[in-house]
C-alpha cells in the first residue's frame, strides 16, 4: 500500500496501487482499492475506492470510482459515485457523472456535468 503526502483532500491518502510516471498502461485497468496514476493509461479505469490522477498523467478512457482527483489530463468521462475534484492543473474533455463537483481555479473543462444523488450501493 502506497500512502499520499497531502490527508487534507478528502479522497484516499493511501494507494492499493500506483502506475508511476514513466509507465505506459495500454487495456482497461480493474482496481481493488485505491489507485494512483502518475504515468499514462489508453483503456477505461475501474476502482472500487478512489482513483487520484497526478499532474503528468494522461488517460484515454473513461474513469469510474467511488471519488476522483484530476491534476493531469483526462479525455474521457468520469463517473463518481461520491465526489469529482479538478484541480487547477486539470485538464478534462469529457463528461462527468457525480453527487459532487469540486473545481480549482485554473481547472479546464469541456464537457457536461450530470449531479446524481449519492449512493451506498
Same mark, same amino acid.
Given at each position: 500500500?502506497?500512502? #499520499?503526502?497531502?490527508?487534507?483532500?478528502?479522497?484516499?491518502?493511501?494507494?492499493?496501487?500506483?502506475?508511476?510516471?514513466?509507465?505506459?498502461?495500454?487495456?482497461?485497468?480493474?482496481?481493488?482499492?485505491?489507485?494512483?496514476?502518475?504515468?499514462?493509461?489508453?483503456?477505461?479505469?475501474?476502482?472500487?475506492?478512489?482513483?487520484?490522477i497526478g499532474e503528468k498523467a494522461e488517460i484515454y478512457?473513461?474513469?469510474?470510482?467511488?471519488?476522483?482527483?484530476? #491534476?493531469?489530463?483526462v479525455q474521457g468521462n468520469i463517473y463518481a459515485k461520491?465526489?469529482?475534484?479538478?484541480?487547477? #492543473?486539470?485538464?478534462?474533455?469529457?463528461?462527468?457523472?457525480?453527487?459532487?463537483?469540486?473545481?480549482?481555479?485554473g481547472a479546464f473543462f469541456t464537457g457536461k456535468c450530470?449531479?446524481?444523488?449519492? #449512493?451506498?450501493?
Amino acid at each position: 500500500m502506497f500512502k #499520499s503526502k497531502n490527508g487534507s483532500t478528502g479522497i484516499s491518502t493511501s494507494f492499493d496501487s500506483l502506475i508511476g510516471e514513466k509507465s505506459i498502461f495500454d487495456g482497461n485497468l480493474t482496481c481493488e482499492g485505491a489507485i494512483r496514476i502518475d504515468g499514462i493509461v489508453k483503456g477505461d479505469i475501474k476502482a472500487t475506492e478512489d482513483v487520484v490522477i497526478g499532474e503528468k498523467a494522461e488517460i484515454y478512457g473513461n474513469v469510474t470510482a467511488n471519488n476522483v482527483q484530476v #491534476s493531469g489530463t483526462v479525455q474521457g468521462n468520469i463517473y463518481a459515485k461520491y465526489t469529482v475534484r479538478l484541480c487547477s #492543473s486539470s485538464h478534462l474533455n469529457g463528461d462527468i457523472e457525480a453527487a459532487s463537483l469540486i473545481s480549482a481555479e485554473g481547472a479546464f473543462f469541456t464537457g457536461k456535468c450530470n449531479m446524481i444523488e449519492p #449512493s451506498d450501493t
